[in-house]
């Protein structure tokens, strides 16, 4: 089976172009279709539990990632400009590392890409089976209630005018 998902990894990164942060796409919000979180179970990458009740009362975007994908890495400066931007209007952002053989190369991933935001790690639980994902990047807006709003597939230009005009409108609810 690893040899499998690797194989499928490689595919991937090889037929896709290669992402930068300078042509990254437009963000582009759609339905987050049938997205349960209530099963999630996160860690920093110091092995303490997180909830993401924690985040109750702020828009929160979880971004899943993984130490392999070259479009993950490519679009946290993106993030990173996002959450400079919004994390004292009410944003909290979370990147998610699936698939990385633990919380050291996700360290790893959090000091490459210069994250000023959470890096969390999966628990126990599969998250991309959990989620019925099968891409990465992919990140989910979650309202104040917790309330999963908007799902957004592939790396995308975080800091452009489409991302903050929709974020606004979950900021101002």
């Known amino acids: 089976m690893k040899r499998v998902f690797a194989a499928a990894a490689l595919l991937t990164l090889l037929s896709m172009p290669v992402a930068t942060a ?3 796409p437009p963000f582009k919000a759609d339905p987050p279709g049938v997205a349960d979180f ?3 179970k996160l860690k920093t990458i110091d092995g303490a539990r997180v909830m993401l009740a924690d985040f109750s009362g702020k828009v929160l975007l979880l971004n899943f990632a993984s130490t392999w994908c070259v479009p993950c890495y490519a679009e946290m400066p993106a993030l990173n400009r996002l959450y400079a931007a919004y994390r004292e209007k009410g944003l909290a952002v979370i990147a998610v590392v699936v698939h990385n053989g633990g919380a050291a190369k996700a360290k790893k991933f959090a000091e490459k890409t210069g994250a000023r935001f959470p890096v969390l790690v999966e628990g126990e639980t599969d998250v991309m089976l959990q989620l ?3 891409e990465l990047p992919v990140s989910y807006i979650l309202d104040k209630k917790g309330n999963a709003v908007a799902k957004v597939s592939g790396a995308v230009a975080w800091d ?3 991302a903050f005009t929709y ?3 979950w900021l101002k609810q």
């Open 22 to 24: 300078e042509n990254l």
């Open 132 to 134: 019925g994902l099968s």
């Open 167 to 169: 974020l606004d409108m």
């Open 160 to 162: 452009g005018p489409e």
């Open 38 to 40: 209530s099963r999630m």
